[in-house]
């Protein structure tokens, strides 16, 4: 089947961007790995951030500088400010498509605060607002008539010349590779975090596999180095533990039952600061007892069971344990405003690089940014997909891929796949993690080599094509190494500390370090990292404005 427009990705960014990009007349496509319902979106509990008055310009400014304050230099006020502004039309529509925002007597939307804002500004339904606005996003999307492909793994991006033909796929079902022509493709992939298995917030199997296409596709990545640590996932289950907890109140205590941060600090300096008192031997709690019942099980009730399912916890009652696991990453695909340097390709949510979180993302803005850029990048790819005809297919890349299909089932294997994931996930959290030093990051950078040597020696035990799950889990490891690796050398190459990342060798922020630092893969297993010029970004814009 051919399509108009092709939305690889099923989270917020990705629905806004297939249901924007869908007409009467043309074929919209939302490829997705797993079900439609299995997202980092649907994760997302806190809240959306939005100045709901257009016409509030102290609040927009204020919106503006604390998002631009929590990117420590590194984001773009333009992408920034058209974000913000765009904020109150986006729960608007969130709204009319059926989201269910918590309000209060007057029928107004209710806003909580959140940490490193100035003001309160997070709308939220509960504690489950990104699975509520997933949820009325399909809906809309399924009215529309919007074909979901689930259960299809995105192997590679097909082009002609620069610009996109479609995408080669890998249907579970059957283990089949398949092709989807497309006119334009949008790419909403979600972030890296599942490379620290064992230690993230994230499904096990969200390791960046776009970054990987992207790479091969001569896309550049930039930002790779910012990994978000959430502070608080529950110590025993990894579950996260929404920031709504601390902005409806919520403390956090160590073992002697002291506060040691203001829980109300940006997420970089308070996983810091609780990584700092475990290192001391202390444990850290959550502690919600003086909120009470009432409150905790109106405004927190999805934590409420899962603290009980999980681990046994009364959290109105008892008090919570928590650690700091990799939740969100800045860094992805390098673009304009959604477009990329290949023509008919967009990228939005997690996996690009907008130049919006920089350093270190606001809480509260991951949702916004998903939405704002999904839409922007729908309505982009539904005008290039109108002004373009279907391009040329080069079938030889389809079998290539066919060919390391046949491969990976051929052979015979001693090797576990699930420790070396294990594995990954450990050694990137031991040593790129919080704190990071060179001595750390040359330890990472060896052993992930090796596990990359390793992965290539990789076969299915079970070589039943029918719903084999060894064969892409094989293949999301391979992408998971080459992202790791982009991960490790930009934390190198930094030397300083900012925002998210923190060098314990290098403790001061620097100037000089003002600048993204970029990635290319300029061939198999080899990168070329630079730091971005500082008019580069004006540059790809003019490109961009005069290829069209």
């Known amino acids: 089947m051919i399509y108009d427009v092709i939305v690889v990705g099923g989270g917020v960014a990705g629905l806004m961007a297939a249901i924007e990009a869908k007409t009467d007349t043309n074929r919209v496509a939302i490829i997705t790995k797993g079900n439609i319902f299995k997202s980092n979106s649907a994760m997302a509990s806190g809240g959306i951030n939005a100045v709901l008055d257009p016409e509030d310009k102290e609040a927009l400014e204020s919106h503006i500088e604390d998002t631009f304050k929590s990117s420590k230099g590194l984001g773009d006020r333009k992408n920034i400010t058209y974000m913000c502004k765009r904020s109150s039309e986006i729960i608007s529509k969130l709204v009319s498509y059926g989201v269910p925002f918590q309000r209060d007597e007057k029928g107004n939307i209710e806003q909580r605060p959140f940490g490193g804002a100035g003001i309160n500004r997070t709308c939220y339904v509960g504690d489950k607002t990104g699975s509520a606005i997933t949820q009325s996003l399909i809906k809309k999307a399924k009215e529309l008539g919007i074909k979901f492909l689930v259960n299809t793994y995105v192997m590679n991006i097909i082009k002609d010349s620069n610009r996109v033909c479609g995408v080669i796929s890998l249907r579970r079902l059957d283990s089949t590779v398949l092709v989807y022509p497309a006119k334009s493709v949008v790419l909403a992939g979600g972030g890296y975090a599942g490379i620290y298995r064992g230690n993230s917030t994230n499904a096990q199997d969200y390791t960046g596999d776009l970054l990987a296409v992207a790479l091969r596709a001569g896309l550049t990545l930039t930002d790779m180095e910012f990994v978000q640590f959430h502070p608080t996932g529950i110590a025993k289950t990894n579950y996260l533990v929404t920031e709504a907890a601390r902005g409806e109140g919520g403390y956090l205590i160590n073992s002697e039952g002291e506060r040691f941060v203001n829980e109300l600090d940006t997420r970089d300096k308070i996983a810091k600061a609780i990584l700092e008192q475990q290192n001391k031997g202390q444990k850290v709690y959550l502690d919600l007892r003086h909120i009470g019942l009432e409150k905790i099980q109106k405004k927190l009730p999805s934590l409420y069971t899962v603290a009980f399912n999980q681990v046994g916890i009364d959290i109105s009652k008892e008090l919570l344990e928590i650690k700091p696991v990799a939740h969100y990453t800045m860094g992805g695909v390098l673009c304009d405003m959604t477009q990329t340097k290949i023509e008919g390709l967009f990228v939005c949510g997690e996996m690009s690089a907008n130049k919006i979180h920089g350093a270190n993302r606001l809480g509260g803005n991951s949702l916004l940014e998903g939405t704002v850029f999904g839409e922007l990048a729908g309505q982009k790819a539904l005008e290039f997909s109108k002004k373009h005809e279907f391009s040329t297919i080069d079938y030889n890349l389809v079998i290539k891929d066919i060919l390391n299909v046949d491969k990976i089932f051929a052979g015979e294997t001693s090797k576990n796949f699930n420790a070396i994931r294990v594995s990954l996930g450990n050694s990137m959290f031991k040593y ?36 084999n799950v060894e064969l892409i889990s094989i293949l999301e490891l391979r992408n998971a190494l080459e992202v790791s690796e982009a991960v490790i050398l930009a934390a190198k190459k930094r030397k300083e500390s900012r925002g998210a990342h923190h060098r314990s060798d290098y403790e ?28 580069l970004l004006n540059k790809i814009r003019e490109l961009i404005i005069n290829k069209h």
């Open 508 to 535: 001061e922020t620097k100037e000089k370090y003002t600048k993204h630092i970029l990635i290319k893969e300029i061939k198999k297993g080899f990168f070329k990292l630079e730091l971005e010029e500082k008019d």
């Open 432 to 467: 790129v993690g919080i704190l990071r030093t060179k001595e750390s990051l040359v330890k990472a950078f060896d052993y992930i080599k090796y596990l990359r040597n390793q992965s290539y020696s990789l076969h299915c035990i079970n070589k039943e094509r029918r719903n």
